[in-house]
């Protein structure tokens, strides 16, 4: 027998997590791994586990399920599950295999695990190649283009985001941000997130990026200088 595709559920609703793990349960075929209340607690178990497929409510607190779609680089195949159905169409655009209105009735979670199965089979879990990220600037999610981004500044709340192009305030803190960039970007200071590819030179306390020098955390050097020798 094949391996269980691993689930989890971001949910604010405690209700919706007994119903959807019960039903989980019953289908040999999903193991549920991981059980989230809010969209942090989803970026950070997402970031370090692999996941196949995941139950996301809409209407959460601090980060919406849509806006969490949006900020990932990458995520599991998802089935929204929600009260309201006036995301659907634009949910269609990140991904989403399957809409459920709550209550939630076991046949119609059955059907959209058959159409979990039916595009796993057909993809074959291609790799996706991650071009950009969305981040709220404004109050509104703009694309930014990985290879353009130089590196990142910690400004509170917020972080400055230095593009070949330009320079954006992005409404997203540091440790936010790490979650969501792909493995060519490493935090060398607390207050900063860098483009290895980017990187000019490097000094003991520093690298230097667009003529640029920014600091070189203590506690970052070692996992740097590993990275920079591979």
């Known amino acids: 027998m094949k391996e269980p595709k691993k689930c989890i559920i971001v949910d604010d609703e405690p209700a919706a997590h007994y119903v959807l793990a019960n039903y989980i349960k019953q289908n040999p075929q999903l193991e549920l791994v991981f059980q989230g209340y809010n969209g942090i607690e989803a970026m950070n178990y997402l970031r370090d586990n692999p996941v196949d497929l995941m139950f996301l409510d809409i209407n959460m607190p601090e980060i ?5 779609l949006k900020i990932l680089p990458t995520h599991p195949k998802t089935i929204l599950t929600t009260a309201y159905s006036e995301f659907a169409l634009e949910s269609y655009d990140y991904g989403v295999i399957d ?21 796993e089979n057909a993809l ?18 703009v694309d930014i283009e990985l290879d353009q981004l130089l590196y990142a500044q910690s400004f509170g709340n917020y972080v400055k985001l230095h593009t070949t192009k330009r320079t954006y305030l992005a409404s997203i803190t540091t440790t ?33 990026i667009k003529n640029e020098k920014l600091p070189i955390g203590i506690t970052y050097r070692r996992e740097l200088l590993d990275r920079l020798k591979k």
């Not at 919406?64 to 969490?68: A, N, Q, R, S």
């Not at 074959?124 to 999610?141: L, Q, R």
């Not at 979650?179 to 490097?202: G, M, Q, W």
């Open 64 to 68: 919406t399920g849509m806006e969490l």
């Open 99 to 119: 809409y459920l209105l709550k209550p939630i009735y076991f046949p119609r979670f059955l059907k959209a695990i058959d159409r979990f199965f039916s595009t």
């Open 124 to 141: 074959h879990k291609e790799e996706v190649i991650v071009n950009s990220i969305s981040v709220k600037i404004d109050g509104y999610f």
């Open 176 to 208: 936010e941000l790490e979650k969501c960039l792909p493995e060519n970007f490493i935090r060398i200071h607390k207050s900063y997130i860098v483009a290895l590819d980017k990187i000019e030179s490097t000094e003991k306390d520093f690298v230097t």
